[in-house]
Structures are given as structure tokens and as C-alpha cells.
């Protein structure tokens, strides 16, 4: 899981990237480590969360149309004992211990 969650935070940075949500990450939160700890795919749009602080998730939410993205994404910060305290599943609850851990040593993986 640390892996996979490594990866995807070198991905989400990478200025190869050019997903929408990538380039909001890389706008609101420039030389930062970010870990994403759930996405929950909608009709009209995206919505991750991503561990941005030692105490701060970002819920970001990316519009999407049929044939591409259409608007500017959507940004709400929540205190990380606020996001843990909703309902998580296990895996969703490990992922994001995991995160916390990981950024914990981010120093280290940049």
C-alpha cells in the first residue's frame, strides 16, 4: 500500500501530468507532498481526497463532460480528525494511516 501510495503521489507532482487533477494539485499545493487517500468517481464528476498536511485533507472535486473536463475544480480543506471521523471504510482507514506515516517521512521521498 506505501508503494502504491508513493507512486501515485510522483505521479499526481509529475509535470508530465496533465490530468486535471494533477494540475490542481500542482497549482494549490506547489512543492508539496500529496497522498491521495480516496476518489470516488460521480456522473458529473470526481472527487478525491487527498492528505495535503499533517493535519489537512483536500477534498477536490474535477466536473467532467462527456467528451472532457469542463470548469474549474472545486477545493475544500478538512481537518484530518474531521475526515477521519466520517465513515471509512477499513481499507480507506489503512490507506489513510499510511499516508499519515508516509508524510511523516516525506523529507525522505522527495
Excluded: C
Excluded at 70 to 94: A, F, H, M
Amino acid at each position: 500500500m506505501m508503494d502504491e501510495l508513493i507512486q501515485a503521489s510522483a505521479w499526481l507532482r509529475s509535470e508530465g501530468n496533465l490530468s486535471p487533477l494533477s494540475q490542481e494539485v500542482r497549482r494549490r499545493f506547489p512543492g508539496k507532498t500529496v497522498f491521495p487517500v480516496r476518489w470516488l468517481p460521480e456522473q458529473g464528476e470526481d472527487i478525491h481526497w487527498l492528505l495535503v498536511g499533517p493535519t489537512e485533507v483536500a477534498r477536490i472535486e474535477i466536473r467532467r463532460e462527456l467528451f472532457g473536463v469542463d470548469g474549474v475544480p472545486s477545493v475544500e480543506i478538512i481537518d484530518l480528525q474531521t475526515y477521519r471521523s466520517g465513515s471509512l471504510s477499513k481499507t480507506g482507514r489503512r490507506m489513510l494511516d499510511a499516508a499519515v506515516e508516509l508524510l511523516s517521512m516525506a523529507g525522505d521521498l522527495r
